[in-house]
Nanobody, 124 residues
Framework: QVQLVESGGGLVQAGGSLRLSCAAS????????MGWFRQAPEKDREFVAA????????YYADSVKGRFTISRDNAKNTVDLQMSSLKPDDTAIYYC?????????????????WGQGTQVTVSS
């Protein structure tokens, strides 16, 4: 069984930064792609960023490209999301997830395990 626990969320002013971290348990972590998604109130869950099993190729939603950076440390079983130049539109619950395979994906259907989420609120 894989368990994911996110941390690092909070309240920040527009233009500020936050670093989210996701700690994973289970051997699947180092062999699977990982991703971050977010869900704002009354909106569908949307893709934010993904990283391959090796930490090489990364992918970002257009809305966060250039502002967010995803990284992983397979030795520590963690995946982080550094968020900068935050905007009120970034307000959402952020979830990390383990993909079903080593291949990155922007679709939440391709992710098997999910964390409980961490709230990020950006004030204007």
């Amino acid at each position: 069984q894989v368990q994911l626990v996110e941390s690092g969320g909070g309240l920040v002013q527009a233009g500020g930064s936050l670093r989210l971290s996701c700690a994973a348990s289970g051997r699947i972590f180092s062999t699977n792609a990982m991703g971050w998604f977010r869900q704002a109130p009354e909106k569908d869950r949307e893709f934010v960023a993904a990283i391959s099993w090796s930490g090489g190729p990364t992918y970002y939603a257009d809305s966060v490209k250039g502002r967010f950076t995803i990284s992983r440390d397979n030795a520590k079983n963690t995946v982080d999301l550094q968020m900068s130049s935050l905007k009120p539109d970034d307000t959402a619950i952020y979830y990390c997830a383990v993909a079903r395979t080593a291949v990155t994906s922007t679709s939440h259907y391709d992710y098997r395990y999910w964390g409980q989420g961490t709230q990020v609120t950006v004030s204007s």
